[in-house]
Every structure is written in structure tokens, then in C-alpha cells.
């Protein structure tokens, strides 16, 4: 089965200055994707980054990078220049295709998540 | 507006007595999904559903029921509700994923349920 652990429950970081959040993965699939999701307080569920298995380049988006490492099953996330609106609780996940037709994401699996604290 | 609907927001009930969570999504999606999410837990997956009339247990599927009459409603049904079911619930759609093409999940604002 697959898991997804975030080993950091909290972290925190000064204003401006850059934090990077940890996940790990265990999985015997080859063709997979990875996520980093953001659920500030208000609860949505927020699509930060994804990162298909089969690139080999790390996906970026605006101030937040994975460093994504295959062998090691490791995909970790950076954010540079920390803002406070990026506090937020933030969960890795794992999905597959599905194996019924090739189709369907039939679940992703989440991490326990890693409370995200900016200081002032 | 593209969305996933979820009500209510909040609710609180006694042990036993049923409730049903609604969500319907407007986006056509053929996937649908339940997860629920607790404290150092993450967000497991209760059911999901491929399309109208398909559906198949997640993780945690026990104390739960699903049905999918029509496309765009999923609703979660809790038949007896018990404490241990005290938890944030989301619903969430997609389009069906095809080989390499990616099709992002979108999930509703959920639902903070209380059993007493």
C-alpha cells in the first residue's frame, strides 16, 4: 500500500526568509503524480504544486519548488520569500491512474500534514 | 463558477440518528469523492465513485454509505452516526484522468460534523 509521511507537524519561519517542508513516499508504482496541497484556516483545499513521476525536471510554480528525488522517494517543498498569507496547514499527496481502465484518479493518498506558522 | 457544493458547513447530532452530507458538482465531472480528515491523520478516502451507479469503498469506508443516482450529486449518508465519526469531511470531483493527462481534483469547503 502506499504512504505518504510528513515527518514535520510544525514549522515556522521569518517573513521573507525561505522554508523548506519535507515528504516522504513508499510506493512500488512507476507512473505516478505528487501534490502539495495548502488548507489555510478557512478549511478550502488548495492546489499548490504537482509533479509527475515520469519528469525528471522539478516542478515550480511562482515562489514555491519541489526538489523531487525518484530513488529516494522524496518530494519536499520550498517556499522562497515567505508571505503571511502562506500559513496555512500543508499536506503531500500521492495519486495513481487507475487500474480499472487505465483511467481514474481513484484516490490520492495525504500526509498528516505540516503546520505552516510565518513570524511577523 | 466552477464548483464543488457541500452542505451544510457545520452540523451537530446525536449518536444514532441519521444524517445525510450533500455535495453536487456543475464541472460534469464523471469522478466524485469522500474524504475525511482528522488531527495527525491527514484526509482519508471514505468512497468514490467512477460515475453514475459506480461506486467502491475507500480506506474508511465502515459507518458510511454512498449512492450516485445522478452525475453531478455524491452525498454521504451516515446511517447511525457515532462519536468516533466526529470529523471535517470533504467531497471533491474530477474528470476522469486518461494516460498522462492530468485532471486536477476540486474539492468542496467541507463540513465539520459533531456526533454527541
Known amino acids: 500500500a502506499q504512504t505518504v509521511t510528513q515527518s514535520q507537524p510544525e514549522m515556522s519561519v521569518q517573513e521573507a526568509e525561505t522554508v523548506t517542508l519535507s515528504c516522504t513516499y513508499d510506493?512500488?508504482?512507476?507512473?505516478?503524480?505528487l501534490f502539495w496541497y495548502k488548507q489555510p484556516p478557512s478549511r478550502q483545499m488548495i492546489l499548490v504544486i504537482r509533479?509527475?513521476?515520469?519528469?525528471?525536471q522539478n516542478a515550480t510554480e511562482n515562489r514555491f519548488s519541489v526538489n523531487f528525488q525518484k530513488a529516494a522517494k522524496s518530494f519536499s517543498l520550498k517556499i522562497s520569500d515567505s508571505q503571511l498569507g502562506d500559513a496555512a496547514m500543508y499536506f503531500c499527496a500521492y495519486g495513481i491512474l487507475g487500474r480499472i481502465s487505465n483511467f481514474g484518479n481513484e484516490k490520492l493518498t495525504f500526509g498528516t500534514g505540516t503546520r505552516l506558522t510565518i513570524i511577523p | 463558477e466552477a464548483q464543488v457544493t457541500q452542505n451544510p458547513r457545520y452540523l451537530i447530532t446525536v449518536t444514532g440518528k441519521k444524517l445525510t452530507v450533500t455535495c453536487s458538482q456543475n464541472?460534469?465531472?464523471?469522478?466524485m469523492s469522500w474524504y475525511r480528515q482528522d488531527p495527525g491523520l491527514g484526509l482519508r478516502q471514505i468512497y468514490y465513485s467512477m460515475n453514475v451507479e459506480v461506486t467502491d469503498k475507500g480506506d474508511v469506508p465502515e459507518g458510511y454509505k454512498v449512492s450516485r443516482k445522478e452525475k453531478r450529486n455524491f452525498p454521504l449518508i451516515l446511517e447511525s452516526p457515532s462519536p468516533n465519526q466526529t470529523s471535517l469531511y470533504f467531497c471533491?470531483?474530477?474528470?476522469?484522468?486518461?494516460?498522462?493527462?492530468?485532471?486536477?481534483?476540486?474539492f468542496g469547503n467541507g463540513t465539520r460534523l459533531t456526533v454527541t
Open positions: 471533491a470531483s474530477s474528470k476522469l484522468w486518461d494516460r498522462k493527462v492530468y485532471s486536477p481534483l476540486h
Open positions: 510506493t512500488s508504482e512507476s507512473d505516478y503524480y
Open positions: 509533479q509527475e513521476a515520469y519528469k525528471q
Open positions: 464541472m460534469n465531472h464523471e469522478y
